[in-house]
């Protein structure tokens, strides 16, 4: 047993306690409140002085696939879309960025292919320690990665090959969708088919039982709510840069699961990272869509989470809906909210203990993150 005394606690759950205790049984929270008796023989920790949030959820990220050479294993760009690859194979749970993951508060990873192409493979989650991969993965898949605009015409473009521009990437996506469509058809049909595990995993989008995870921004999040309103699938919107030119477009969008903005401080150039406007998350989470924050890593630092929820509260958003944007929504919209994402009996043990106030102290740091009820960092 492991009890976390005297803490600020941030649940995530629409409760804050000033000083509060969280009692941990195995790898599930047991208790949450004020005044908890310690249990003989547990083990304490007394956090006076220190601020508990739930574990950080990044739900966009790329974080050992991608290593210090330049060589990667995220991006399988041989043909413009690969529906039937998974990134869970290409993880290397030695890498240095999990530690980094861990130092940042960061608990759970849902990882993505690569955007070279137009639906690069298998989306699944991964908590920042264990022993291997099979220990490490909590849900595979959540999703199915596709991208629009400049990653999968910087590719194919170059090659003279479809797509090289955005009309291609659109028809790239639907004639996906519509041999899925096909294939899924003559299957409930009992007609013979020859089995194909890209349409199959397509055929999990069309079925609804995972969203299609778009890589898009400016005005390709246009484009791929029409197309996901044409096919009738879930989808949500990573990056999501320029978000503020098009807010009842997004709000509107009836099969969005949520937006995954970010990462800020990205390199700005004309056109699709032109308009990098987190304060955008202000209005539309007014508006009733879920947001939560990406690092989208290695490309940005994982301590860079905190930092822009820092932002929000800079923009005027509360602390306690910042810290939400990287705790539960992002839970919420990776599909685990059953199980991370908030400090309550029978969640997952994932709890980070800061010195300072997080997305408000701007030296605030993780002191302690705990994975499964595991002290897996200590400062």
Not at 157 to 169: A, D, E, H, L
Not at 191 to 211: D, H, M, S, W, Y
Not at 246 to 260: F, P, Q, T
Request: aromatic share 6%; proline share 4%; with cysteine.
């Amino acid at each position: 047993m492991l009890v976390i005394k005297n803490a600020r606690i941030f649940t995530s759950a629409g409760q804050v306690y000033p000083c509060g205790d969280i009692l941990i049984e195995g790898q599930k929270i047991c208790q949450v409140g004020q005044g908890i008796t310690v249990p003989q023989g547990a083990q304490v920790i007394d956090a006076a002085g220190l601020t508990a949030i739930p574990g950080i959820v990044d739900a966009h990220s790329h974080i050992g696939t991608f290593g210090p050479g330049g060589e990667q294993d995220a991006n399988e760009m041989t043909r413009n879309a690969t529906p039937e690859v998974e990134v869970l194979y290409s993880i290397d749970t030695e890498s240095k960025m999990f530690h980094r993951a861990l130092k940042a508060g960061i608990t759970t990873s849902a990882i993505a292919p690569g955007s070279g192409n137009v639906i690069g493979g298998m989306v699944c989650a991964v908590k920042s320690w264990g022993k291997s991969i099979e220990d490490m993965c909590i849900k595979n898949p959540i999703a199915l990665k596709a991208a629009l605009g400049g990653n999968p015409k910087g590719v194919y473009g170059k090659r003279n090959q479809m797509p090289m521009t955005r009309m291609g990437i659109a028809e790239v996506l639907r004639e996906n969708y519509i041999k899925a469509q096909g294939y899924l058809a003559k299957k409930e049909k009992g007609e013979e088919t020859a089995f194909n595990q890209g349409l199959e995993n397509i055929c999990r989008v069309l079925k609804r039982e995972i969203p299609m995870k778009v890589h898009c921004e400016q005005f390709d999040m246009l484009t791929t709510i029409r197309i996901a309103d044409e096919f009738n699938v879930e989808f949500t919107l990573d990056h999501a840069w320029g978000a503020s030119d098009y807010y009842d477009d997004i709000a509107n969008a009836k099969n969005l699961r949520g937006v995954i903005f970010g990462p800020i401080g990205v390199y700005l150039t004309p056109g699709e990272c032109g308009k990098v406007d987190i304060d955008s998350l202000l209005e539309l989470d007014r508006r009733g869509v879920c947001c939560s924050i990406m690092t989208d890593g290695p490309v940005m630092n994982p301590d860079l989470i905190v930092s822009q929820a820092g932002e929000l509260v800079r923009f005027g958003m509360g602390q306690e809906k910042a810290i939400e944007m990287i705790t539960i929504n992002g839970a919420k919209i990776i599909g685990l909210q059953e199980r991370i994402g908030s400090i309550e009996p029978g969640k997952d043990a994932d709890i980070v203990l800061f010195w300072g106030s997080p997305a408000v102290d701007t030296n605030a740091r993780a002191v302690y993150t705990i994975v499964n009820g595991q002290i897996a960092y200590k400062e």
